[in-house]
């Protein structure tokens, strides 16, 4: 058998990964106030843009939370994710439609949805042409002038975590060095060009965005009216690592958020980053 493809072994651990490792139907509600500060963002900037009962595409919806939100608004969803288990734990919600697929070749009709989110897919794609299909497929399944959403893992954030405050974290805890830091070979790529640290373990991230770059993939694949804001702000992380859902601090972290979310450089400190932009009149 000849060695998989990079992205035959993300396609494989994203399967491992949310198939059992890791439970995704918590990440926005339970775990901190990171995850809440992603969600109640990214419901806003979704909402403010879309009518009521509106058609709504989820691709990589995982366990459904942003579509149970949306579906309790009165928009009608169709959720699409290639994991199972989340294919059976947003079906049991029962208020909106799911459906087994792929953000590179989606199971839907053209121009069929007002919005579509991509809240997912593009940071678990290696390839740039990979996340074009992905990008094109969205735009594909919307009206024209309708509205796509897709999100990006900050690189800055991420290396940010991976290099210096995790170990930092596991140092206090433990007073022993960890082979990740300082700065290793390993996330020499993901340095250099965004490509994840494609090991037998952990979170599959194929890709980490520069704002700069997710905003040119969402132009490239023909969006219009692009903007890319950070969604959690320079804070988040530490709401994270104490699992707060302190209200003084998550408020505190939210103004930040706000304060920085669209100046150039400075919302590439959020977790997160979410791109959108109407898709081209007819
Ligand atoms: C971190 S979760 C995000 C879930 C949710 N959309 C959110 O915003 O919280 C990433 C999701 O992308 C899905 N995913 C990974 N690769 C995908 C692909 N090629 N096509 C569609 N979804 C994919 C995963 O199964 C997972 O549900």
Known sequence: ???????????????????????ESDRL??????????????QQLVTARVSPGSRILD??????????????RGHRVLLIDPVPRHVATARAIGTFAVARGD??????????????LLLGPLYHLVERDDRQRAWREAIRAVRPGGWVFGAGVSRLSAL??????????????TGRRTPRSPMPERWR???????????????????????????????????????????????AQALDISRSHDPELLDAARRLAAAYESQPGLRD???????????PAG
């Open 29 to 42: 509600v339970g775990r901190s106030g990171q995850g809440v500060l992603e969600f109640e963002r990214t």
């Open 189 to 235: 790529r993901m340095v250099e060009d965004g490509t994840g640290e494609l090991g037998p373990s952990g979170f599959p991230g194929g890709h980490f965005h520069l704002s700069d770059d997710l905003e040119q993939e969402a132009v490239e694949a023909g969006l219009t009216e692009v903007q890319v804001l950070g969604l959690e702000g320079p804070g």
């Open 103 to 116: 953000a590179r070749a989606l199971p839907v009709a053209d121009h069929d949805f007002d919005a579509a």
């Open 160 to 173: 940010a975590w991976v290099t210096v405050i995790e170990p930092s974290i596991a140092r206090a805890a």
């Open 269 to 279: 400190l959020s977790p997160h980053l979410l791109a959108f932009g109407r898709t």
């Open 59 to 72: 691709i990589g919806g995982a366990a459904g939370v942003h579509a149970a939100a949306l579906a309790g």
């Open 1 to 23: 058998m000849p060695d998989p493809s990079p992205q035959q072994h993300v396609d494989g651990r994203v399967q491992a990964y949310y198939g059992g490792e890791f439970d």
